[in-house]
């Protein structure tokens, strides 16, 4: 239990959003205290409708002092004034009445403490999908996807049942708790200690079983979790899965979760009918004492109780039900906000690695490039991609960088981007250390086009005009197109630019993907460009015109080619040869032929599988 209430402490975080909706809160509990208010005053009136109706057949004295709230008593003063079948058509009207009075409180309300929590539902949101997009590149490898969208989406949505639901039910509890027993206590303390005598039972048996429910609910969560992720992975890999003949193990592993989930949600419901009968058993049973030492006392003249005492008692009790019901369930929607809310802060708690400077500086970039003594460790994995690297690129250079897989050539260009830092030395530009400069500045002057091509769900002409940097007409993204000799393709598609790739660009082949990165990276027109092994999808045709088109392209660009492939066709200032994350070989296509060294080595590989293949 103490660890329970301990958690509440994380939803300390949602103060900022009650102090900005304060308006809207106040309001709201306003609402719901004059709402109950308006609901207890029905049992009073109908209270001395059975005294009105006792007068009239003489059971009752025709002097009668009444106990009750003083705008009944105000009502009941006019009543008085007229006959018996007037006064109940009177109380008739007056109980529609204040039904209808509380139904437009509780509207309010509603529109009030509900809409708040959307209202705070859609800021949290913004503030955590603004924070993701602040951390840093380390942050997204060692979180999936999955946990982020959970996080967004799932825990929120607890959260906005506390922010809610919660918070809406505690105060009609407390408040309707308060008035009702406030009246039951002024017309008969004893009769009143006896009916809620269960209650405080029926809150507890009420608690255990929705702790029991809330424990089976956050396993079928899981579970539903994991069938989701199984169901979403088989429709991504569906080629993969039917390529390979594995349908039939699929639906088997899928058939096998959704059998777990099945007979958890089934224990769930099992437990779940538990709930509703204990909850009748027990509001029965404060019914039955109601009626039954209420009305051995107006048998026998005690405690001044009569038949309309136990009318009032009775309707309090049922009024009492929800509310008392709802203890648990509030409880169990509070400890889960608290989890949730525990989750999300330690998002939100998290710190990107890779931050603007203080006082950041935000130069034109010319294209001078300096690694200074560079090494770098993937703080993730613990492997060093760069040991000791040292390059001086000069503005307008082309610079080739070839290399094996996994021998740090991609860290080069995260590098220069500054997703990360390196570990030790330092990266310039124009003689100015990344880390002084700007972050968006400077991304938004380098283009980039990334080994693992990424297209939204959009048109082609969105893809490629996708740089805040780049130019909104279409006329651009077309000669970006041409550029990277995708143009033709694209005419040919019925809608042209305005065709939609669909969801990561599934609809396009491998080497349409990556032309269309490469014209999102030429229509950014930047001064700095950085393409690492774009082609590897391309034919040896489109990659010569690629190439050609590139070569016209970069005349006055700095450009760094990171590649497993070696272009002869491709004129390079520099190729620099990396091999375990030192350079090797440094010098141009000659030079390195001439060496007879590694680079030699990897022209022959080369030649050798093209001569193989044609």
Not at 75 to 80: L, T, V
Not at 214 to 221: A, L, P, V
Not at 402 to 408: A, E, K, P, R
Request: charged share 20%.
């Amino acid at each position: 239990m103490p660890l329970k209430f301990l958690r509440l402490k994380h939803l300390k975080a949602l103060e900022s959003y009650f102090w900005k909706y304060r308006y809207r809160l106040f309001l709201g509990i306003l609402f719901i205290v004059v709402s109950n208010y308006f609901a207890v005053l029905a049992p009073q009136v109908t209270g001395y409708v059975f005294d009105v109706v006792q007068r009239s057949f003489g059971i009752e004295p025709q002097k009668t002092t009444f106990t009750y709230d003083w705008l009944v008593n105000w009502f009941i003063q006019y009543a008085e004034q007229h006959k018996t079948i007037s006064v109940i058509a009177l109380c008739g009207i007056t109980i529609l009445v204040l039904a209808l009075i509380r139904g437009i409180f509780m509207f309010l309300m509603r529109q009030t403490i509900i809409v708040m929590s959307r209202h705070i539902e859609f800021d949290q949101k913004n503030q955590i999908f603004q924070h993701y997009l602040t951390l840093d590149t380390n942050f997204y490898k060692t979180h999936s996807t999955g946990d982020l969208m959970n996080r967004m989406a799932e825990d929120v949505s607890r959260v906005r049942m506390f922010t809610g639901p919660a918070i809406m039910y505690f105060i009609n509890l407390v408040s309707l708790i308060s008035l009702s027993v406030y009246y039951m206590v002024k017309k008969d303390p004893l009769l009143t200690l006896y009916v809620l005598a269960p209650l405080p039972i029926l809150a507890v048996t009420i608690y255990v079983v929705n702790t029991i429910i809330n424990k089976k609910s956050e396993r079928i969560q899981a579970l539903l979790s994991d069938l989701t992720t199984n169901a979403q992975e088989s429709y991504s890999g569906i080629r993969v899965i039917k390529s390979f003949v594995q349908e039939k193990a699929m639906f088997e592993f899928f058939d096998k979760n959704s059998e777990e989930y099945k007979q958890n949600a089934i224990g769930l419901a099992k437990t779940e009918a538990l709930y509703f009968p204990s909850m009748t058993l027990l509001i029965g049973l404060s019914t039955l004492l109601t009626i039954m030492i209420g009305g051995i006392y107006a048998i026998y003249g005690q405690h001044n109780i009569k038949m309309s005492t136990i009318a009032e008692f009775v309707m309090y009790i049922n009024m009492l039900t929800f509310p008392v019901g709802a203890i648990g369930w509030t409880a169990s929607m509070i400890q889960r906000a608290a989890a949730s809310q525990k989750r999300i802060n330690e998002f939100l708690h998290t710190e990107p690695a890779i931050v603007n400077p203080a006082n950041a500086v935000k130069p034109a970039l010319q294209g001078s490039i300096v690694f200074d003594n560079v090494d770098f460790v993937y703080p993730n994995t613990g492997i060093q991609a760069l040991t000791h690297f040292n390059l001086q690129i000069k503005k307008g250079q082309k610079i080739a960088i070839i290399g094996h897989t996994g021998s740090g050539k991609t860290t080069i260009a995260q590098l220069l981007l500054r997703m990360y830092d390196p570990t030790v030395g330092s990266v310039r530009i124009d003689g100015i250390d990344l880390r002084q400069m700007d972050l968006q500045e400077l991304r938004r002057q380098i283009s980039y086009v990334p080994q693992d091509v990424f297209l939204f769900s959009d048109t082609i002409n969105n893809n490629i005009l996708f740089s805040p940097a780049g130019s909104t007409e279409n006329e651009t993204a077309v000669k970006a197109a041409r550029y990277a000799s995708v143009e033709r393709e694209i005419e040919n598609f019925h809608d042209k630019y305005e065709t939609m790739v669909g969801e990561r660009g599934v609809t396009l082949s491998g080497g349409q993907k990556q032309r269309i990165s490469i014209a999102r990276a030429l229509a950014k027109d930047p001064q700095i460009v950085v393409f690492d092994d774009c082609l590897s999808a391309v034919d040896a045709r489109t990659e010569k015109e690629i190439l050609g088109n590139l070569s016209i392209y970069l005349q006055h660009k700095t450009a760094i080619i990171i590649t497993h492939r070696i272009f002869t066709l491709f004129d390079f200032d520099t190729i620099v040869v990396l091999d375990e994350g030192k350079i090797v070989e440094t010098g141009t296509h000659n030079e390195l032929l001439s060496l007879n060294g590694y680079y030699a080595y990897l022209y022959e590989q080369q030649l050798q599988q093209e001569r193989e293949e044609g």
